[in-house]
Every structure is written in structure tokens, then in C-alpha cells.
């Protein structure tokens, strides 16, 4: 199992521009999680989804932010318009959703926007 | 409401000291603990887990016990090496499915 892909690694924009991160979930998994990570605020929980529906978006920091799933094993982390203060290291990770069974974490995206 | 509460860093140590990082949880229902570790770079990764009462997870000389009574779930090693030197999270997971963090402690080992 090639475990959770995420890409791009890392991306470099201009205030204003459109973003969009992937990501592909492990085989047989029905929950998908996106954080996103700061020196900051640390590690903080934008949006998670079970059987492809958004069950919280609590997290998720305005309407700026948009995440979809399009099918069971694929994600994506829309920002539009970016912003400065959005430049973080957003991961993704996805469970079996069991409450035994840890979360599997990709290697995330660090988002620079400048 | 669900939150983990982990010991503040940074933690600093020689190599060979004994570690101990102390977490605390409050949980609605019955709740799985889960250590995890990030290296620079890289997202977390699984380190052990317990997932009952008095169970003890363990994995590359970290343990950790679920203690009910206290709602801990204290990290522990005996002898930390320079390639331990990671962050490390404390997390439960309840029958909702949702994941609870805290908010990390660093360690950085010396030679």
C-alpha cells in the first residue's frame, strides 16, 4: 500500500491566486481528515469526512476554504483567493474510521503565499 | 468537551536519559489513546496505541499505559537516542470517529 499521496509537496503563489491540494486516500479507508499545521497554532483540524460526506467544517477558516470529495478514494483543499496568512503545511490523512484504528497521515503540502 | 492535554516543550535530554511525556485527556464515552511522531519534513506517524483500560501499548522501546482512573496516558522511554528527536502528539479517538490532538512536544536529544 503506497499510503496517503498528497501533492503538490510543496507550492508557491501570489496573494490572490487560486490553490487546490490533493489528495488520494488509502485503499478500503472511508474517513479523510485535512489539517493544517503552523508554528503558531500548531496542528488544527479544518475538515474531516466520512463515507465522502462532510460530517464538521467547524475548522474550516472562512469561505475562502472549500474541500470536496469526488469519489471515495480522492480529495481536494480548495483556497481562492490565497492569502498571506494562509501559508502553512496542510496534510491529509484518512482512517477505516473505526475508533481502534489510527489516522495515516500523508507527507503534506507547504503552502507559501506570498 | 473532548481535548488532550500534553506536557509543554521543548524537551531537551542527553542521550541515554529517560524520558517521560505526560498527557491527559477528557472524552465523551470510552475512548482509544494514541501516541504519534513527527520527523521534520514528514507527516505523523503511528507510535503505539492502547485501546482499553490497563492495556500498554509499546513500539521501539516507548511505552505508554491507559490509565481510566487518572485519564493519563503518560509516554515513556528508557534510554532516548539523537534519532528520537521528533515531536510527538498525544490523541484519542471516540466512537465518532473524530480525532483529538494536543499540541505536541518537541524533543531534541544531545549526544
Known amino acids: 500500500d503506497a499510503g496517503v499521496i498528497q501533492s503538490p509537496r510543496h507550492e508557491v503563489t501570489e496573494m490572490g491566486q487560486e490553490v487546490t491540494l490533493r489528495c488520494k486516500l488509502i485503499?478500503?479507508?472511508?474517513?479523510l481528515f485535512w489539517y493544517r499545521q503552523t508554528m503558531m497554532r500548531g496542528l488544527e483540524l479544518l475538515i474531516y469526512?466520512?463515507?465522502?460526506?462532510?460530517?464538521?467544517d467547524s475548522g474550516m477558516p472562512e469561505d475562502r476554504f472549500s474541500a470536496k470529495m469526488p469519489n471515495a478514494s480522492f480529495s481536494t483543499l480548495k483556497i481562492q483567493p490565497s492569502e498571506p496568512r494562509d501559508s502553512a503545511v496542510y496534510f491529509c490523512?484518512?482512517?477505516?474510521?473505526?475508533?481502534?484504528?489510527?489516522?495515516?497521515f500523508g507527507n503534506g503540502t507547504r503552502l507559501t503565499v506570498t | 468537551g473532548d481535548s488532550v492535554t500534553q506536557m509543554e516543550g521543548p524537551v531537551t535530554l542527553s542521550e541515554e536519559a529517560f524520558l517521560t511525556i505526560n498527557c491527559t485527556y477528557t472524552a465523551t464515552g470510552y475512548p482509544s489513546l494514541f501516541w504519534y511522531v513527527q520527523y521534520p519534513g514528514e507527516g505523523l506517524q503511528l507510535l503505539l496505541k492502547?485501546?482499553?483500560?490497563?492495556d500498554k501499548g509499546s513500539n521501539k522501546g516507548f511505552e505508554a499505559t491507559y490509565r481510566k482512573e487518572t485519564t493519563s496516558f503518560h509516554l515513556e522511554k528508557g534510554s532516548v537516542q539523537v534519532s528520537d528527536s521528533a515531536v510527538y502528539f498525544c490523541a484519542h479517538n471516540t466512537n465518532a470517529g473524530k480525532s483529538t490532538f494536543g499540541d505536541g512536544t518537541t524533543l531534541t536529544v544531545k549526544p
Open positions: 469526512f466520512n463515507n465522502n460526506v462532510p460530517i464538521d
Open positions: 485503499s478500503g479507508h472511508n474517513s
Open positions: 490523512a484518512s482512517s477505516n474510521g473505526d475508533r481502534n484504528s489510527p489516522l495515516h
Open positions: 492502547a485501546t482499553k483500560a490497563d
